[in-house]
């Protein structure tokens, strides 16, 4: 019970001491409510490890949700790109396609990132398929003025769109495998609340 005024410390939700204990490289648990994307997520020094590599080590064709390794850890950069694979039994990453419904994409505006520190509350703002191409890696901007101007050309190409009317101060991408053509992904952009 805290007096009027003061801070509620923050209790995560999730056991991070235990989770750090089968991977010491976990940085989160991601939850979009409304879809089976419920799942840890780690963080390493490449983007290739957690393709085949499964949150607890074990070799796995799903691999892991990651974070970009050149995002920052703590999910305070300018851009926060995370990964998981398209799985054909719906699992890991499956549902970010959904997202390009709009439909879908109305009814489905929450994600949920817990770190070991805080709570972070992001809504959808675009969704779309493209090439992954490395301007979409990008997470170091030369001003505030760049950076509004990446989320508007990333996002362009969205048809139900809806960025907020003041600028964001951080991006997150969740970005999964599409097959509208080769190597082709379908990328979920969201803000803070």
């Known amino acids: 019970m805290s007096r009027e005024g003061e801070a509620v410390e923050y209790e995560p939700p999730v056991d991070f001491t235990a989770l750090c204990q089968i991977n010491p490289e976990t940085i989160g648990w991601l939850t979009i409510p409304g879809t089976d994307i419920d799942y840890p997520i780690v963080q390493t020094e490449n983007n ?3 393709l085949t590599t499964g949150f607890d080590g074990s070799i796995s064709a ?3 949700i990651y974070l970009d390794c050149d995002s920052d850890r703590t999910l305070t950069g300018m851009h926060s790109i995370f990964y998981g694979h398209h799985m054909k039994d719906g699992s890991m990453f499956a549902d970010l396609v959904e997202f390009k419904k709009k439909d879908f994409f109305d009814s489905h505006r929450e994600i949920i990132l817990y770190t070991p520190e805080r ?4 809504r959808t703002v675009a969704a779309l398929y493209g090439n992954a191409d490395g301007e979409k890696r990008r997470t170091r901007f030369p001003s505030e003025e760049g950076f509004r101007q990446y989320i508007d050309d990333m996002t362009k190409n969205c048809a139900f769109r809806e960025l907020p009317e003041d600028s964001a101060k ?3 991408s969740f970005v999964t495998c599409s097959y509208e053509f080769p190597d082709a992904r379908t990328i979920v952009y969201a803000v803070e609340e």
């Not at 709570?119 to 992001?122: D, I, V, Y």
């Open 170 to 172: 951080r991006l997150y």
């Open 48 to 50: 290739d490890t957690y």
């Open 119 to 122: 709570e972070l509350r992001l």
């Open 62 to 64: 799903s691999g892991a």
